[in-house]
């Protein structure tokens, strides 16, 4: 699984699929939570919400990993749009199950649009994974795509997203091929969620969740 080929175009079929709807809902609790110190972007491809971390929390120390080294290029290069930020923003190569990464140091853990490319087992583990690497009172940012869960929007719903894991799988191999929800898995990781919110009639969601020692 490799999203390189389409590093490049990403930001151009989003725009044209979506317009500014996914990143309205990665930006849905960005100014709502705690100002953050260490933060996590995992699987943040593009970087269309790193540029907006950067300008909301200066201060921050920001650790960017993903398997694609397209994808990678492709958000450092925004980031040359602003000119000191290189200097706080961290880019890794890795996959994040295999990632070798400080312990409990982060205190905010972003995937936006990432655990849906994981099959159940899969995503159990990523999820434990950036768990382990959240700090005891962690926050978590996530958006993705969901199923409305009735009628005429749950049918628009399963049609979009079918098409979606089609093109991704053609596209970039990738093997899951449904959405798996991970709110077990985030729940075994000790969050909860806080707040929550959805559009498209219900093709979206954006969560904020966060472990119990959080204020
Ligand atoms: C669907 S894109 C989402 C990109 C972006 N976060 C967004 O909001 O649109 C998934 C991203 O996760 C990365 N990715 C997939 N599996 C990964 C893994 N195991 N470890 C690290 N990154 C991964 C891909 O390279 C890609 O950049």
Request: charged residues 25%.
């Amino acid at each position: 699984m490799s999203f390189d080929r389409l590093a490049r175009c990403y930001g151009v079929l989003e725009a044209f699929a979506a317009g500014g709807k996914m990143q309205k809902c990665r930006l849905a609790f960005l100014d709502d939570i705690p100002v953050p110190r260490k933060v996590l972007l995992a699987g943040e491809g593009h970087g269309r919400f790193l540029l907006e971390c950067v300008r909301r929390y200066p201060e921050a120390m920001i650790v960017v990993v993903d398997s694609s080294i397209g994808m990678l290029q492709v958000a450092r290069n925004k980031l040359v749009l602003l000119e000191t930020a290189n200097v706080r923003v961290e880019f890794v190569h890795a996959d994040v199950l295999h990632w070798d990464a400080p312990v409990g140091k982060f205190d905010l853990i972003v995937t936006h649009f990432f655990l849906d490319c994981f099959v159940a087992d899969s995503l159990a583990g990523v999820v434990a994974r950036l768990g382990m690497l959240a700090s005891p009172d962690a926050h978590w940012l996530l958006a993705d795509f969901q199923i409305a869960p009735t009628g005429w929007a749950g049918l628009r719903c399963r049609v979009i997203v079918g098409l979606l894991y089609r093109f991704f799988r053609v596209v970039c191999r990738l093997k899951a091929d449904s959405l798996t929800c991970p709110d077990e898995d985030l729940e075994m990781a000790g969050f909860h969620r806080h707040r929550r919110t959805t559009s498209e009639w219900g093709l979206l969601k954006s969560e904020w969740w966060r472990r119990e020692r959080s204020v």
